[in-house]
């Protein structure tokens, strides 16, 4: 089937065009044209659609069980306060919210199993959901086995706890992990179930400080010999930067290049308190970092370095990480706040919005291994957003170049149409594949009939995160 769209502009990782025709034949563009002065097209604006380089598909938003505003190191304990419910549900939500948010890839570092089934059989319906819309995946199989309620010891915080608390901690927590070799093999196993030209599977370490070194080696040698990607959170807080100091004295990003996990086969997410000398590194070695700014402000982690990273050369994605702005997935969002926190002050340019279209249009695609270019030519995938102009310019007072419209006002609202891989996935403002609506009608339902099956555990969560908090405030001052 043949489609031709007009537009006023394109936007892509090249700059700007004027009023074009695309022509789209099945999954794949075949022709980009100029239109001639006064040749009739659609009021819209075209780019490619998004990648979003970090995200955990969170079925429902985190501040709904108290998360907001909440450090790292005892928000993720919070996260226990989500019932388990059917996976396709947990992510058929997300994956069509990702949608309207102008994404058309998307990480899953899948770190909260609903665990009703097996793991495989969970995946696939992971994997249905994502085709049920019509996203493109890659899924980051979480990987841990250490340092469970901070990063050290869990004996002086179980110990710190009452009776009742510390029950309830164990219980949630304490579970033994699985061995390193059946680690690896679950990944091996799911890969083989549900690997696709739409779904990636790879390594997810959940990071450092979660893991045994025979646990990052085995990834390391593991992903060498598969070419397999890996996924891992990195220095997201200030806690994690000086636990890695303490136990990496020469430098954390230089141990990872020391057992072969520091490659360009490794998305770090955050790396927000990265130092010079790791950025120097991480870019030596062709990763890539996901920058995930609303999610560090959301969890007080900090402002990540971004001008620094692209200055030292290194690949730079954007991610959502389950915590945009306003709680709605919507990277047109994240790429003007990114922009607005981190061009520079005044006259300085520290970052451009070139920058920043690279890092949606090409180094996050790129993370997922999508065949997403960033650039609207023929034979590149059609994967595409169509943004409303006229809404975008709703005042028409004078000419604007459109980049400074986007990163002015553009969000999902302005969003007309999304293909992937051809397919019309949102039209009008609405999933095409599912009811979106219907869907999280049931999800909330679902959720809320498990809220009275965690009051224990909610009970014992303020004694729990003040127990932390004193933990962390004998080493950097109180969380």
């Given at each position: 089937?043949?489609?031709?769209?007009?537009?006023?502009?394109?936007?892509?990782?090249?700059?700007?065009?004027?009023?074009?025709?695309?022509?789209?034949?099945?999954?794949?563009?075949?022709?980009?044209?100029?239109?001639?002065?006064?040749?009739?097209?659609?009021d819209?604006?075209?780019?490619?659609?998004l990648?979003?380089?970090?995200?955990?598909?969170?079925?429902?938003?985190?501040?709904?069980?108290?998360?907001?505003?909440?450090?790292?190191?005892?928000?993720?304990?919070?996260?226990?306060?989500?019932?388990?419910?059917?996976?396709?549900?947990?992510?058929?939500?997300?994956?069509?919210?990702?949608l309207?948010?102008?994404?058309?890839?998307?990480?899953?570092?899948?770190?909260?199993?609903?665990?009703?089934?097996?793991?495989?059989?969970?995946?696939?319906?992971?994997?249905?959901?994502?085709?049920?819309?019509?996203?493109?995946?890659?899924?980051?199989?979480?990987?841990?086995?250490?340092?469970?309620?901070?990063?050290?010891?869990?004996?002086?915080?179980?110990?710190?706890?009452?009776?009742?608390?510390?029950?309830?901690?164990?219980a949630?927590?304490?579970?033994?992990?699985l061995?390193?070799?059946?680690?690896?093999?679950?990944?091996?196993?799911?890969?083989?179930?549900?690997?696709?030209?739409?779904?990636?599977?790879?390594?997810?370490?959940?990071?450092?400080?979660?893991?045994?070194?025979?646990?990052?080696?085995?990834?390391?040698e593991?992903?060498?010999?598969t070419?397999?990607?890996?996924?891992?959170?990195?220095?997201?807080?200030?806690?994690?930067?000086?636990?890695?100091?303490?136990?990496?004295p020469?430098?954390?990003?230089?141990?990872?290049?020391?057992?072969?996990?520091?490659?360009?086969?490794?998305?770090?997410?955050?790396?927000?308190?990265?130092?010079?000398?790791?950025?120097?590194?991480?870019?030596?070695?062709?990763?890539?970092i996901?920058?995930?700014t609303?999610?560090?402000?959301?969890?007080?982690?900090?402002?990540?370095?971004?001008?620094?990273?692209?200055?030292?050369?290194c690949?730079?994605?954007?991610?959502?990480?389950?915590?945009?702005?306003?709680?709605?997935?919507?990277?047109?969002?994240?790429?003007?706040?990114?922009?607005?926190?981190?061009?520079?002050?005044?006259?300085?340019?520290?970052?451009?919005?070139?920058?920043?279209?690279?890092?949606?249009?090409?180094a996050?695609?790129?993370?997922?291994?999508?065949?997403?270019?960033?650039?609207?030519?023929a034979?590149?995938?059609?994967?595409l957003?169509?943004?409303?102009?006229?809404?975008?310019?709703?005042?028409?007072?004078?000419?604007?170049?459109?980049?400074?419209?986007?990163?002015?006002?553009?969000?999902?609202?302005?969003?007309?149409?999304?293909?992937?891989?051809?397919?019309?996935?949102?039209?009008?403002?609405?999933?095409?594949?599912?009811?979106?609506?219907?869907?999280?009608?049931?999800?909330?339902?679902?959720?809320?009939?498990?809220v009275?099956?965690?009051?224990?555990?909610?009970?014992?969560?303020?004694?729990?995160?003040?127990?932390?908090?004193?933990?962390?405030?004998?080493?950097?001052?109180?969380?």
């Amino acid at each position: 089937m043949t489609r031709i769209i007009t537009a006023a502009g394109l936007i892509d990782a090249g700059g700007a065009a004027g009023p074009s025709a695309i022509t789209v034949e099945g999954d794949r563009i075949t022709a980009v044209r100029a239109l001639a002065p006064g040749e009739a097209h659609d009021d819209v604006l075209v780019l490619p659609a998004l990648a979003n380089a970090h995200d955990h598909a969170r079925s429902l938003r985190t501040s709904s069980i108290g998360g907001f505003g909440r450090p790292l190191e005892t928000w993720l304990h919070r996260l226990q306060l989500f019932g388990s419910v059917d996976p396709w549900l947990a992510s058929v939500a997300p994956f069509g919210r990702a949608l309207l948010g102008g994404q058309g890839a998307s990480m899953v570092h899948y770190t909260r199993v609903q665990g009703l089934t097996d793991f495989v059989t969970e995946a696939k319906e992971v994997a249905r959901a994502a085709s049920d819309v019509g996203l493109r995946i890659a899924f980051g199989i979480a990987m841990r086995d250490a340092n469970p309620l901070v990063y050290g010891e869990s004996g002086p915080i179980l110990e710190a706890l009452s009776p009742e608390a510390r029950a309830e901690v164990e219980a949630r927590f304490l579970a033994k992990p699985l061995p390193v070799a059946e680690q690896l093999a679950r990944v091996d196993a799911v890969a083989a179930a549900i690997a696709s030209p739409m779904v990636d599977v790879q390594y997810g370490p959940n990071g450092v400080q979660w893991s045994t070194p025979a646990l990052l080696e085995g990834i390391a040698e593991a992903s060498a010999h598969t070419g397999r990607r890996v996924h891992m959170h990195l220095l997201e807080t200030r806690y994690q930067r000086e636990w890695a100091d303490r136990h990496f004295p020469g430098g954390i990003a230089r141990h990872l290049k020391e057992i072969g996990l520091l490659s360009p086969r490794l998305t770090l997410a955050h790396c927000t308190w990265a130092s010079p000398e790791d950025l120097e590194l991480i870019a030596e070695s062709g990763a890539t970092i996901s920058v995930n700014t609303s999610s560090n402000l959301a969890l007080r982690s900090g402002l990540a370095p971004v001008a620094a990273m692209i200055k030292a050369g290194c690949k730079v994605g954007l991610g959502i990480d389950g915590q945009a702005f306003d709680e709605d997935d919507d990277l047109l969002r994240e790429m003007r706040l990114v922009w607005s926190l981190h061009a520079g002050w005044g006259f300085d340019k520290e970052i451009s919005t070139t920058d920043v279209m690279q890092a949606v249009f090409t180094a996050g695609h790129r993370t997922l291994n999508s065949p997403v270019t960033g650039r609207i030519e023929a034979g590149a995938p059609a994967d595409l957003v169509i943004l409303d102009r006229a809404a975008l310019d709703d005042d028409a007072l004078m000419e604007v170049p459109p980049v400074e419209l986007l990163f002015a006002r553009a969000s999902g609202r302005h969003l007309k149409e999304t293909l992937v891989a051809g397919r019309s996935v949102v039209r009008d403002g609405a999933v095409t594949g599912v009811d979106l609506a219907a869907v999280h009608r049931e999800l909330r339902a679902a959720m809320r009939g498990q809220v009275e099956a965690r009051s224990a555990f909610r009970a014992a969560l303020p004694e729990l995160e003040a127990v932390i908090c004193r933990h962390f405030s004998d080493r950097l001052g109180c969380c």
